[in-house]
């Protein structure tokens, strides 16, 4: 008996990942940059996060939904190439290399981060995220859960002819990142996320020959008027088209490798009826890893 149970001990400790194991190395940007380029490499690298750099230190975090929040509510009449990114800057959270995924999936969802930097302020080993535990997930929990056992019930949604001034209202009131847009007949259709309005917004800017002073106070504040191009532009014009289903009693792991092989951060929740009765997030996996 004894000889049997150090045998699944050695089996369930060799399942169990530690975070040196699967970091990588961070998409970083100086402590002196501006907002302005904090969006544009966003947008260059297609990543959610940037990594603070100061004298080659990690010194904080810096993510899409930090410069939406802070873009469609800021009312100054400053450039964003002006306005230093540390005004919006998160504190980093670090780990030690030993630490398990799982251990770290409990610190993210404690803390409410979305990635760990693995090592110290002085010796920075790399960074992980949540799409990272994402593949964990998938690769080691197989018919571990079922969707349902940690979806939301809950989700921020809009039809695709409302009003975008509307849509970004709901987003900054909500402080969420992205809402699913829904046809009349009540059916996902596309997703309107931050990643969306920044390049609308330096579309808008270049149009309006403001390549020096991108994304101006005029700009940034039409998306939130009812007179400006928030009242005449629609969801469906600016959302990014198509949503990944799955449905409620499908393994977790499978809707994991969905969300990888696709490329998004969230899946909405089928039920019996075809009818959307939640999501399922990264978050909600990360959630699960920690339990």
Known sequence: MKIIQIVLLT????????AYEIVKKPIGILKKS?????????????????????????????SEKNVG???FN???????????????MNKIQFTSPESTLEECAKIMINKKISSIIVGKENSLEGIFTKTDLVKYYAENYKAKNKVSDFMAN????????APLFKVVKKMIDN??????????????????????LFRISLELGTDEGESGFPLSEQIRRGFLSEDGFGGVSLARDVMSDGIISV??????????????????SGLTVLDEKDSISGIISKTDVTRA???
């Open 175 to 196: 402080k969420v990142s992205r809402v699913i847009a829904k046809n009349q007949n009540e059916q996902p259709v596309g997703v309107v996320s931050f990643r969306d």
């Open 247 to 264: 449905k409620s009693d499908e393994d977790l792991s499978n809707a994991c490798e969905l969300m990888l092989e696709n490329n998004v």
């Open 69 to 71: 929040l802070f873009l």
């Open 34 to 62: 501006t907002i302005s380029e904090v969006i544009k490499k966003l947008l260059e690298y297609n990543v959610s996060r940037l990594v603070v750099l100061d004298s080659g230190k990690p010194i904080g975090i810096i």
């Open 74 to 88: 800021e009312s100054t009449k400053q450039g964003l190439d002006i306005i230093p990114l540390d005004k919006i």
């Open 154 to 161: 809950e989700f921020i949604s809009t039809h695709g002819a």
């Open 289 to 291: 890893l920690a339990s």
């Open 11 to 18: 089996k369930n400790f060799r399942n169990t990942m530690q």
